[in-house]
């Protein structure tokens, strides 16, 4: 609404999404709200889940199966490629994506329920590959907690990617689960420059904490992987080395990276965003993202569009390569283990003997 105030927020504007049939704009009707309600708030809202596994059959990711606790995410990163699926529920990938949300508690029993089924095949889970499990309304929600729970009675391979320091509250079972070799943790670091992370994303863990977040996970034996994720070319793709860096000595022991991708609604938000931010890098910002993305804003090809192709993805690739082989951040990690995996007893359940 006009008036209306935001606050570490990404987006600036709450576009329809591309499913929508009409636009609507926001009118003052002249009536005198009082200021403090003018503040843009997030709003949660509960799902009662129906399914929690969700499948892909993508052939250039590593996983075919995740869990989502949440959906839309307060954390805001401008660039977030999930922004998206905000349109599927009738919503923008705008300011809604960041300040709708939804959560799923009740989603661990239903979990317990798909693990437990005698078709079931065991292989690793992925969380936070849509948006963040932990993100600032986990505090109150706890749906990653309950899920973690499910997953480690079932003593079930997971993978988890986050930005959010909240990760340290469940260092209880983090910690056991990995020491099984049941767990690993992703921690996604764009830059190490403060201002720029919190413009960038705004509700996230400042760049130094999420170092810390490496060094705990690390200390309670939790194998931690840094995530280059996503470069964003002519802006942050100078600190690659920097990251890395600071990562390995703060006790990452692999490392991966992303180029910046902008599907469908996210072009015109970071287009936004650039302008409002960084105008002098702007131009630059988008001309190299389409020099690595075949002229467009985004190639969605397999195997393409995390990487992208020509002269500045492959400097990008070959200065990532150099970098974790003299930091000693490219060794294979072992696979998760499946081999631990079972359905544990229920109430009424026939005991064994043995």
């Given at each position: 609404m006009p008036g209306q105030r935001l606050r570490a927020r990404g987006a600036q504007t709450n576009r329809a999404g591309r499913f929508e049939r009409h636009a609507r704009d926001a009118l003052d009707d002249g009536w005198d709200i009082p200021f403090a309600e003018r503040l843009v708030k997030t709003e949660v809202r509960l799902e009662r889940p129906r399914?929690?596994?969700?499948?892909?059959?993508?052939?250039?990711?590593?996983?075919?199966?995740?869990?989502?606790?949440?959906?839309?995410?307060?954390?805001?990163?401008?660039?977030?490629?999930?922004?998206?699926?905000?349109?599927?529920?009738?919503?923008?990938?705008?300011?809604?994506?960041?300040?709708?949300?939804?959560?799923?508690?009740?989603?661990?029993?239903?979990?317990?329920?798909?693990?437990?089924?005698?078709?079931?095949?065991?292989?690793?889970?992925?969380?936070?590959?849509?948006?963040?499990?932990?993100?600032?309304?986990?505090?109150?929600?706890?749906?990653?907690?309950?899920?973690?729970?499910?997953?480690?009675?079932?003593?079930?391979?997971?993978a988890i990617t986050t930005k959010g320091a909240l990760i340290e509250r469940d260092l209880d079972i983090l910690g056991p689960m990995a020491r099984d070799g049941l767990l690993r943790v992703g921690i996604s670091l764009t830059t190490l420059d403060p201002a720029l992370a919190r413009a960038m994303e705004p509700r996230a863990a400042h760049p130094a904490r999420r170092l810390e977040v490496?060094?705990?996970?690390?200390?309670?034996?939790?194998?931690?992987?840094?995530?280059?994720?996503?470069?964003?070319?002519?802006?942050?793709?100078?600190?690659?080395?920097?990251?890395?860096?600071?990562?390995?000595a703060a006790g990452a022991v692999a490392a991966s990276w992303i180029m910046l991708r902008l599907p469908a609604e996210v072009?015109?938000?970071?287009?936004?965003?650039?302008?409002?931010?960084?105008?002098?890098?702007?131009a630059k910002v988008m001309a190299r993202v389409r020099d690595v993305h075949g002229g467009r804003d985004h190639d969605p090809g397999w195997h393409r569009r995390m990487r992208g192709e020509g002269p500045w993805s492959a400097l990008v690739e070959r200065r990532f390569h150099l970098a974790v082989a003299r930091l000693g951040l490219n060794a294979a990690l072992p696979p998760l283990r499946t081999d631990l995996f079972r359905v544990p007893p229920r109430t009424g359940d026939q005991l064994t003997l043995f």
């Open positions: 399914s929690a596994l969700t499948y892909n059959r993508s052939p250039d990711l590593p996983f075919d199966r995740s869990v989502n606790p949440y959906r839309g995410c307060e954390h805001g990163c401008t660039y977030c490629f999930a922004r998206p699926s905000h349109a599927f529920l009738n919503l923008s990938p705008g300011l809604d994506f960041e300040t709708r949300l939804i959560a799923r508690p009740g989603i661990g029993a239903v979990l317990a329920a798909e693990l437990g089924a005698r078709s079931y095949r065991v292989a690793p889970v992925a969380i936070g590959t849509n948006t963040d499990p932990y993100q600032p309304c986990e505090a109150d929600h706890r749906v990653m907690r309950e899920v973690l729970e499910v997953l480690q009675a079932f003593r079930h391979p997971v490496i060094r705990r996970l690390t200390a309670a034996g939790v194998p931690v992987r840094v995530m280059v994720a996503p470069v964003v070319p002519g802006l942050t793709d100078s600190e690659m080395e920097a990251i890395l860096a600071a990562a390995q072009a015109p938000l970071f287009r936004d965003w650039l302008a409002r931010a960084v105008p002098g890098r702007a």
